[in-house]
Structure formats: C-alpha cells, structure tokens
C-alpha cells in the first residue's frame, strides 16, 4: 500500500527531498521503508520501525501518532518532523 509523507525539519534536511511516495500497510513499515531509502534519514530519526525521541509523526493532518501498529490506508497522507519544527 501507498502512502504520501511529507518532510518537515530535520527530517527534510535528512531525506533531501520534501516529501515521498513510500509502503506499508503500518506506520511501522512505512518508517522501515523510509530509513532504506534514505540512510540518513534512517540514521538521524528512525530506530527499527520507530521514530526516535525528539519526532513525531501526525497522521492524516487530523492527529499525532507514533505506535509502529498504527494501521494505513491507502493514499494516508502522513507528515513526519522534528518536534521542535513549528517554530
């Protein structure tokens, strides 16, 4: 499945791009997926299939999650940053 992330942060400066198609079916996949194809990206903010301390992700513009369980549909818009990244 397919889901839209978009970078904000530190984050983005890591990823090197603003935002990506990535897979996964759970939150979890999708940060495994993600921390492939971006080594940094993987190294600075993704542990496994979690976000390390200090990221967040929200889900949809509606709520924040962070449990790699989290289900995905298709076409989930997810926003991955820094915590400290509203400024």
Do not use: H, W
């Amino acid at each position: 499945m397919r889901v839209t992330v978009e970078f904000f942060g530190i984050p983005r400066a890591r990823a090197g791009v603003p935002q990506t198609l990535a897979n996964g079916s759970t939150l979890g996949e999708v940060f495994l997926d993600l921390a492939q194809r971006f080594p940094a990206l993987g190294e600075e903010c993704i542990q496994g299939g979690s976000l390390k301390a200090g990221y967040t992700a929200n889900l949809q513009g509606e709520k924040f999650v962070t449990a790699p369980t989290t289900l995905l549909n298709e076409g989930d818009l997810i926003l991955l940053l820094s915590i400290d990244a509203g400024g």
